[in-house]
Every structure is written in structure tokens, then in C-alpha cells.
């Protein structure tokens, strides 16, 4: 794209860099920029270099936080026998947005994928072993995707903390609500069908 | 999305209402950004920022400047007998991908629209006229849109411009490169046939 070129161009490339941003998609964004009042583009800018001054893994659970600890980790009203181990940070928010969890976290920061030369020791599973050594949580929810590596990486989990004493369990697999049996793949059938239970 | 509180929270606001990122979006780049390095971040904000303050409209086309005049208004070899007429920035870009056409523009900065309460007054039509009547341009191609507003800003201006014995040229409708005769619409058909040109 050498038709942009100098600070516009600039922009243009920075935008691109973004994921989902293609090349439309920036010169789009750039455009509207311009189109901004100085003070709209600032405060973009600002809330950027806010959030990624201030924004720290927490301490204890590497979740999102803005000061030492997050503020799930600073709740006191948060069950701290429960722990539910997830990937990344924003699978935190997915669990979040049920409102039904009202344990703890702990974020790995991946999973297990010996392709990608990811092992255990990649992830914050010496923290997380470390967290289950205080001995208040009696049960691990383990809430990695339902895809190979985080079946691995639930699997590897399982063997690490079962001989702590420390009930491990996994999210069911199955049909999503609202599923149709016959758009369904075999795999969640089976799961589905694995995981069936006696109605009340 | 009250799930999304603090800094994070307003990162994610000010991401959304840039056009076409929706709130998922938002925090798809917010949660990029947070796992970028700061200075990859800092970067990105230096190029909004500089791009806003330093970009600024051409004081003769109305194109974008980063200095008092833009850099094709600065070509001493461009044809200032040529004056396209354009109804947004952006659209300078796209006739410059052609590398056709050597001429100077003018930037209307939007077009004739009465229900959105746009008039000629609201438009760069004054400086194009005064543009003109410095006496070195022959010919002015129209090159807004080809739709309603597109079609009658061209023919307010083909009102005022002929009467200063200058030639008024509109870019040619019909099919595009490529295009199948099967899924042309109505008009389009009717305007290639319109502008049919005999073959040499």
C-alpha cells in the first residue's frame, strides 16, 4: 500500500497489526480517526497506555488486575475451597458471565501442546501446586477447552493434584443449549451420550 | 458488559467505538494489546496521536495535508488544467491506485443531501468555484458516487461550472471490470447501455 505513505501510512500499519484488522479495516479506522476530534483520539490513546501501565497478571491467580491482586482474588465473599482452572484470562469473563461460580481462579496462561514446544513448565502450574499446597481448596474445577490440548492439559492436572487429596472434576461436555442433535458433530454426541444423567 | 470494569472496562468502551469493531471485537484487540509489549502499544497510540495532530485538510483541495498544502497540490508535475472532484478524502486514494489519471482534486467533503440537511453551503463548493475562476483549469471531472446524492451534487455542479466555459465530465457508469450481465442490477444495465461506445 505505498498510496499511504508518511504519519498516515504510519497509522494505517499500526492499525493493521491488530488482530481481525486487515488492510480495509485500517485505512477504515484510520480515516475515522481523522474524522475525530483531537480529543476523542487522545483519550483512546490514553485509555491504551492506561490499561497496559496499569494492567498486571495478579499475584495469586494471574488474572487481570490493576493493583497487586484482582479484585476476584480480593473478594472475601469468593469460596476459597474452590478453584476453577482456566486457559487464559478472558475465559475468566466467560465464567463470570453465569454468575454462578463463586469460587477462585487460577489462570494457566495456556495449555499443554508439545507441537507448539508448550510444556509444563510454560504454563503456572508450579504456582497452581504451590496455591494447593495452603490447603483450603477441596476442589479443582478444571475449565480448559474442550479441544485436544485441553483435554491433555486436564488429564496431566488430574495425575499432578488427585494424589493431593484434592477433588479434581471437569465442565460436562455435551449438546450446547439450544443444540439440534442433528447439526451436532460425533464426537459431542458421544460425549453427550457418556455424560448422560437420571432424570429427577 | 458491567463484567468489564476499571481500566479495562474503558479500554474496551473507547475500542468500540471505532466503526465496525462491535463489542466482542473490542475486547478481542483489548486483550491483544494487554499481552503486547508497552512499547508496541506506546507505538500505536504515538501514531494516532502524531496522525491527528499533524494531518491536517490541504488548503487548496482539501485533501489531506500533512503540511499547508497536500503533497499532490506540491507536484509541480501534476496537470492543474485537470481538477477531479471527489466527495471525501478517502476517495483521492482510490483514484490514485489507477496511476491514471495526473490531474489535481478537489475534496468536496460530502455531497448534496437535503433530508440529512446538507446543502451546498455545507460543501467546498465556494473554494471549488474559486479554484476555478483563478482561470487554469479546462476541465473538472465529477467524480462523486454513483448514487442519488452522488448524481445530483453532480449535476448542482454541472449548473455552475459550465456557465465559466469550463467542460464538465462525469466518470463513466455501466458494468464493472468483470462483471457478469447475469447480477448487474436494473440501472447499472440501463447506463452501460446508455453509455454504449462504439468499438474501433
Redesign the interface.
Known sequence: MD??????G??I???G?????GPK?A????????R?D?A????????????????RPCADCFF?A?GERC?ICSDPRRDARLLCVVED??DV?SM??TREYRGLYHVLMGTLSPLDGIGPDDLKIAELLKRLQAGHVQEVIVATNQDVEGEATALYLNKLIKPLGIRVTRLASGLPAGGDLEYADDITISRALGGRRELE
Not at 3 to 8: A, V
Not at 27 to 34: D, E, G, K, M, Y
Request: aromatic letters at 10%; proline letters at 4%; hydrophobic letters at 55%.
Open positions: 498510496y499511504f505513505s508518511g504519519i498516515l504510519r497509522l500499519d499500526e492499525l497489526r491488530m488482530p481481525g484488522i479495516a485505512q477504515r479506522l484510520a480515516f475515522f480517526l481523522l475525530q483531537a476523542v483520539v487522545q483519550q483512546l490513546a490514553n485509555a491504551m497506555l492506561e490499561a497496559k501501565a496499569k494492567i487481570l490493576e479484585h484470562p478472558k469473563f463470570e458471565r
